[in-house]
Structure formats: structure tokens, C-alpha cells
């Protein structure tokens, strides 16, 4: 019979309901018997003994808040009863223990991904057109547009159809309400079949802002243009903005001295007309595509995998099914020697004294706590703070406190010891378990992630979100059944069979690995690849959580 309620540490001292729990609910568990007070919904919590005002919440075995008035057991944890409360962080020398899982079974396995000259491995292969300033995203549209549908990589011909057949319905005189609508339209098959993307990112930066915002965004751009999983880069400049072009190239090539990819640079201010701008953007760029569509795909250890984790749309199963599944499968990929990355600091606000313990030198600790105090500091210095990054959504199922949604959040990391603490934008250059200073923004966090290196990212969902990157496959984990046949057409993963026992953490983790070589190898495509969800949106320090 499934169970009713989860108890997720020996420490804690509430309950997660698996499914709805009616009013006066007899519930046993451990030799222990509890009534609900109030309705549980499936995902939240309920004390498991009475308490006062400044009594401690506990879960995941840490600090998650603090009880605002008297409660009964039974009762449930909401918004009003329970406030975000969490413990002080500080480094404090701890020799951290790490039992590494059985990988032996992973010791022939590779990927078949492209090998770049610098000994990096991508699991795609894509062209990326970059603005220099939000000046040229106009352009890029229309370079958009006119490459998309003629070499392939359109995926909105079903709804361009279905607006003709529209329109003709409304000359014709017809009532629109009975044209169908036709999911699958045929189109031409790819011209360059080794090229998997032609990706643009568009942005709001460049000019007019700060120049630490412009030194940020270069930074951002020139590790794109690094990433393992692109091949060439056509850029467009205006010419006056503050982001130089040579700013760009200068840290691109501080990321590596040696760059070798196709770069081609256009500058508006410099060239006869737009028209003759776009024109020669898409005749070098053809060509481009003609000299990257010579590479092809070959085997590499699943060492030169880096693996981003990430989520998004959370609810009160991401900390129970999805997030540890993920967390195993991040424990395999480090002991195959791969490097995996967790970012979202607002979302650590609770567990900072666990990635402290975590890290293996003190230098390392000290840089977590700097990035992470740095942060909090910013965002209570315009009023905010990461006690407030709890989403509506969030909230309504289950996660009522920052410390509950982060420790639920970190267990997609699994419990590798912290090898590198990176700045946003810095790369990864270490094997093992780095953290990644980013928002908690879905696509902040992506955005950076991407930056720091990463070529796959899992992304679980509770809520269901078809985030994306334009440059790293991502991969969408649900953290329950209903979620993945509700929104089956953005998620590629079910964890739902955690929750209802038929499947433990471990095996899931490992169901996970096995689709992330079968993506990085070019054998199954995520959905947000297949939607040409490539979302891209730089951070600006100080504003977003």
C-alpha cells in the first residue's frame, strides 16, 4: 500500500502528505499515530507535535523556520503559523567524508560528442549569433527568419499553417471556428545534418546601462562563444555602444588563447546600408554552416561530461523525488570524474553550513560565504532579501519558507564534496561538484550555468516550466505523474514512480544517467531542444532572486 507521509530526516518534525489527507485523517507512522487537524493537500506539511511561539521548524534534518504562535499537532504548516528562520553559517574545519557510489558498472560506457581543439567534448554542435548591443536584435530577427525556415530549424510551420487556413476561412467568408488545427506539418529536412542549431541571443544590454553591466554581459558573451557545444559565431555591432567589439574579443580570447572556431564580426556603423549588413551576415554564415557540418560526433568518456542542475516551477515533491534522483545521478557523474554544476545561491539561504562543510579547502568556504553574504547584502539593500524568493506558486504547494525550498533545492547536488566555488561567468575547470553563483531565476540561473560550461542541464519541475537554453540541451525532470502526462510535451523525465514506491532514489538516478549519455550522444532529443525554447536572459548584479 502506498504510504500516506514521508518523514524525510530522523531530525524533523513534520510530515509531508503523498497525497490528500481529509480532516480528522488517522495517520501511523513509526510506531506513532497522528490526527489531521486541518485538510492536508498531497505535498504539504503538518506538525507532528503541539508547539509555541519561537519554537524550531526541522526538515531535511535543518532549520527551515519558526512556529509565529501555539500549534497542534496535526495541524498544517502555512504561510501564517511558520516564518522563514535559518541557522548562522561559518567555516569551521571540517573534515568532510564522502562515500563515492559504485560506478563499476560505468566503466566502458562514453558518449559520442564533438571534440573541440581544446580538449573539451560538446554534446552538440550549433552556430550562435551574438549582438554586442540591443541595438541588432532587430537584424537578428530578420537573420532569424530567413535562415529558420529554409535549412530547417523552424518549429512554427504548424501554427503559420493553421493562421493561412484562418485567414482564407475569413475571405472566403466562413466561420473560423471550424478550421482544424494540425500539430504535425511536414517540412524539409535539415540542409547541414551535423549542425543540430542555429541559436541568437538576444538581449537587453551593450549601451545605457552601467559599465559594469556592459563588462558583465561581455564576459557572458565571449564564454558562449567558448562553450564546448558551439562551433561558430557570427557577431553583430553597431559601432558606438559601450560594449566594444575588441572588449569582446578580449575576453573571449582570456578564456583561451588559442580560439580557433569561425568568428565573424559585422558592424552596422561601418557598412553601407542594413541591407547590405544582413546580406553579407548570411552569406559568411552559410558558409560557416558549410565548414562546421563537416564535423561529426565521436566517442568520449563520460569524464568530459559537465552537467548543470537546476530547478524550477518547485513544489512540495522537488526536495523528495526529482531533486535527490537528480542528486544521485550528480554523485555517479562525479565519480566518473565529470564535472557537475549547482547554482541558484538565493536558493542555498538554509544550507550554506552544509555546502560549507561540504568544500574541500578553507579558500573555498571563504568564497561561498563572500558571494553568498555579497548577495544577501544586495538584496536587502533594495528591500528584498532571499527570504522572499518563494514564488505564489511555490508557496501554494508546500515549499512556505526560503529554508524549505533550499533544502529541498540542494539535494539535486547530491553530497559530492564542493571542489570550486565560481563567480558568475567564471568557467569550470574542475572535475567534481562546483557551485555557481546565479539568481534563482529560472533563466538567470540557466543563463549562467550555461556560462560556467555546462553541456546538459537537468532541470526538475513540480509545476511544470518550458525553460530552456540556446545552448546547453535541457533536459525537464517532473517531480510527479500528473505533472508528466499534463505537460508531457515539454517533460522528458517522470520521477513520479519515487513517490508512489514502485522506484527508489538510487534507480531513478541512474534512469537519469542513462538519458543524459543518450542526449549528449545525439540519440534523443529533450523537448525544449525540440521547441527551440532557448531562453537567454544576462543577470545584473544586486536584482534578481
Known amino acids: 500500500m502506498k504510504n500516506l507521509v514521508i518523514k524525510i530526516n530522523n531530525a524533523d518534525n513534520v510530515l509531508v502528505a503523498l497525497q490528500d489527507l481529509p480532516q480528522d485523517t488517522k495517520i501511523v507512522h513509526e510506531g506513532n499515530t497522528y490526527v489531521t487537524v486541518d485538510e492536508i493537500p498531497a505535498k504539504h506539511k503538518f506538525f507532528m507535535q503541539d508547539m509555541k511561539a519561537g519554537d524550531e521548524v526541522m526538515m531535511y534534518g535543518v532549520l527551515v523556520g519558526k512556529v509565529q504562535f501555539e500549534v ?50 560538446g554534446t552538440a554542435n550549433y552556430w550562435l549569433f551574438i549582438p554586442t548591443v540591443f541595438c541588432e536584435n532587430r537584424n537578428l530577427d530578420i537573420i532569424k527568419e530567413s535562415l529558420y525556415s529554409e535549412l530547417g530549424y523552424a518549429v512554427d510551420d504548424k501554427y503559420k499553417s493553421y493562421t493561412h487556413k484562418l485567414v482564407q476561412a475569413y475571405e472566403n467568408g466562413e466561420d473560423i471556428n471550424h478550421i482544424s488545427f494540425e500539430p504535425k506539418v511536414d517540412k524539409a529536412s535539415r540542409t547541414f545534418k551535423n549542425v543540430d542549431g542555429i541559436k541568437f541571443l538576444t538581449h537587453n544590454g551593450g549601451c545605457g546601462g552601467t ?28 559601432g558606438c555602444q559601450h560594449l566594444q567589439v575588441e572588449d569582446f574579443k578580449r575576453d573571449l580570447f582570456a578564456l583561451d588563447p588559442d580560439f580557433d572556431k569561425p568568428l565573424l564580426i559585422f558592424e552596422q556603423q561601418k557598412a553601407q546600408s542594413e541591407e547590405q549588413l544582413i546580406q553579407n551576415a548570411i552569406r559568411d554564415t552559410f558558409e560557416g554552416l558549410m565548414f562546421i557540418n563537416k ?34 545521478c550528480a554523485d555517479l557523474l562525479v565519480a566518473l570524474g565529470a564535472k557537475v554544476l549547482l547554482a541558484e545561491f538565493p536558493e542555498l539561504c538554509g544550507v550554506e553550513q552544509e555546502m560549507i562543510d561540504r568544500s574541500i579547502d ?4 571563504e568564497k561561498f560565504i563572500r558571494l553568498m553574504t555579497e548577495y544577501d547584502d544586495l538584496a536587502h539593500k533594495v528591500g528584498s ?14 515549499l512556505i519558507t526560503d529554508a524549505i525550498k533550499s533544502a529541498g533545492a540542494a539535494r539535486k547536488a547530491g553530497s559530492a564534496p564542493v571542489v570550486d566555488v565560481l563567480d558568475y561567468t567564471e568557467p569550470a575547470t574542475k572535475p ?16 549562467g550555468k550555461a556560462a560556467a560550461g555546462a553541456t546538459l542541464i537537468l532541470f526538475t519541475t513540480g509545476l511544470g516550466t518550458p525553460t530552456g ?9 517532473a517531480t510527479n505523474s500528473i505533472l508528466a502526462k499534463r505537460m508531457s510535451d515539454i517533460i522528458d523525465i517522470d520521477t513520479g514512480p519515487v513517490i508512489n514506491g514502485e522506484k527508489t532514489i538510487n534507480e531513478m538516478g541512474e534512469d537519469i544517467l542513462e538519458y543524459c549519455i543518450k542526449v549528449a550522444s545525439g540519440e534523443e532529443i529533450p523537448k525544449a531542444v525540440q521547441l527551440n525554447q532557448d531562453d537567454f536572459i544576462p543577470w545584473k548584479r544586486g536584482v534578481s532572486l
Request: contains cysteine.
Open 295 to 328: 564535423q561529426e560526433r565521436a566517442t568520449a568518456p563520460l569524464s568530459k561530461m559537465c552537467v548543470g542542475v537546476k530547478c524550477g516551477g518547485s513544489d512540495g515533491f522537488s526536495g523528495i523525488s526529482a531533486n535527490p534522483a537528480v542528486g544521485y
Open 385 to 398: 532579501g532571499f527570504y522572499m524568493n518563494p514564488s505564489p506558486g511555490n508557496i501554494k504547494d508546500g
Open 362 to 365: 578553507q579558500p573555498t568556504a
Open 211 to 238: 559599465r559594469q553591466d556592459s563588462d558583465t554581459l561581455s564576459k557572458l558573451l565571449a564564454a558562449y562563444a567558448h562553450h564546448p557545444n558551439v562551433a561558430g559565431i557570427t557577431v553583430l555591432s553597431l
Open 469 to 477: 537554453n540556446p545552448v546547453c540541451p535541457t533536459i525537464k525532470v
Open 72 to 121: 497542534k499537532a496535526g495541524m498544517r504548516m502555512n504561510v501564517e503559523n511558520t516564518k522563514h528562520a535559518a541557522e548562522p553559517f561559518a567555516y569551521r574545519n571540517v573534515n568532510y567524508k564522502w562515500e563515492a557510489p559504485d560506478v563499476s558498472k560505468y566503466a566502458n560506457r562514453s558518449f559520442n560528442g564533438y571534440h573541440r581543439k581544446n580538449g573539451e567534448v
Open 432 to 447: 567534481g561538484l562546483s557551485l555557481v553563483c546565479t539568481p534563482g531565476n529560472d533563466v538567470e540561473a540557466t543563463t
